[in-house]
């Protein structure tokens, strides 16, 4: 069964520019939500998507949105770039929204750099 | 306000002994308790977890032990090896959300 996929693996931006970052869940997986790493903040959750629709979402500015397809791929949308958006950027993705296990599978990241 | 935090940035440990890593919560609220291990360049894996209902689960190696009335959970590798190498997090999460609280992690190194 293949993984957590994530595109872009590494992205150079600049300030005020826009970002989208794809994410393509594992096969049969309906819960897909993002976190931003960074050196300072740690893993910050971003937002869930469950059947193409926002569940949760963390304490980040309207400039970071999301969004959930019918097939349960995501993309986050990030506008205005500031130097502090530079980070990694994880999605993972869940089999179950009822029962919570808790366990999520994370893909490999994409790296931003906003210079 | 940190709810989860893991106190020690890093921890070596030699090949064979037992690894502890340790991390404390704020927020009663939480029920649910993982930990990730994390490579370089790697997204966080899932290592085991343990509910708020249980003091203890053991996974081979690894056994986590939770004390709710001090709010503080602790992760045993035993014994640990050198594959063990890599970054723990500690992670909460309340009810049926999805959404995870990390701890900033703890670098173990396993010397051989």
């Known amino acids: 069964k293949a993984g957590v996929t994530q595109t872009p693996r590494y992205l150079i931006k600049t300030r005020g520019q826009q970002v989208t970052l794809s994410c393509s869940p594992i096969?049969?997986?309906?819960?897909v939500s993002w976190y931003q790493q960074t050196p300072g903040q740690g893993l910050q959750f971003l937002f869930e998507?469950?059947?193409?629709?926002?569940?949760n979402k963390g304490n980040f500015p309207g400039r970071f949105s999301g969004r959930q397809f019918s097939n349960s791929r995501s993309e986050m949308n990030v506008s205005t770039l500031e130097l502090g958006d530079s980070a990694l950027y994880l999605c993972?993705?869940?089999?179950?929204?009822?029962?919570?296990?808790?366990?999520?599978?994370f893909g490999e990241g994409s790296r931003l750099t906003v210079l | 306000d940190q709810q989860v935090k893991q106190n020690s940035p890093s921890l070596s440990v030699q090949e064979g002994r037992i690894s502890i890593l340790n991390c404390d919560y704020t927020?009663?609220?939480?029920?649910?308790f993982l930990w990730y291990k994390k490579y370089p360049a790697e997204g966080p894996t899932f290592l085991i977890s343990i509910s708020s209902i249980k003091d203890k689960n053991e996974d081979g190696r690894f056994t986590v032990f939770l004390n709710k009335s001090a709010k503080h959970l602790s992760l045993h590798i035993v014994p640990s090896q050198p594959g063990d190498s890599a970054v723990y997090f500690c992670?909460?999460?309340?009810?049926?959300?999805?959404?995870?609280?990390f701890g900033s992690g703890t670098q173990l190194t396993v010397l051989p």
């Open positions: 096969s049969g997986h309906r819960s």
């Open positions: 993972a993705s869940s089999p179950d929204s009822g029962l919570n296990t808790g366990e999520l599978f």
């Open positions: 992670a909460a999460s309340q009810g049926s959300a999805r959404q995870l609280t």
């Open positions: 998507y469950f059947s193409e629709t926002q569940r």
């Open positions: 927020n009663s609220m939480f029920d649910y």
